[in-house]
Nanobody, 117 residues
Framework: QVQLVESGGGLVQAGGSLRLSCAAS????????MGWFRQAPGKEREFVAG????????DYADSVKGRFTISRDNAKNTVYLQMNNVKPEDTAVYYC??????????WGQGTQVTVSS
């Protein structure tokens, strides 16, 4: 198993930037594909970004392409989400998740991101 703890959320103005971090502990971090998801009030949780085990390939939701960047540092057991040019519709609880095979089985507790207009 792997334990995940997110940090870096907060209040930011529209057009600003924020960097989320997710620290992992437990099993070997490099064994997992990592992802960021978010859930806004009254909405279902949605995929935001993902990165392969070695960090070589990334994937993004259309709504964040060109604004958000996912990266990972396997030496630090950490995955990041750099959020630039944020919009009020980015307001949500952001979760990181680990995928050992086909499904994201392990989740953090989430960190709140609020974007003011």
């Amino acid at each position: 198993q792997v334990q995940l703890v997110e940090s870096g959320g907060g209040l930011v103005q529209a057009g600003g930037s924020l960097r989320l971090s997710c620290a992992a502990s437990g099993r070997t971090f490099a064994d997992y594909v990592m992802g960021w998801f978010r859930q806004a009030p009254g909405k279902e949780r949605e995929f935001v970004a993902g990165v392969t085990k070695n960090g070589g390939t990334t994937d993004y939701a259309d709504s964040v392409k060109g604004r958000f960047t996912i990266s990972r540092d396997n030496a630090k057991n950490t995955v990041y989400l750099q959020m630039n040019n944020v919009k009020p519709e980015d307001t949500a609880v952001y979760y990181c998740a680990a995928r050992p095979s086909s499904d994201y089985n392990f989740w953090g507790q989430g960190t709140q991101v609020t974007v003011s207009s």
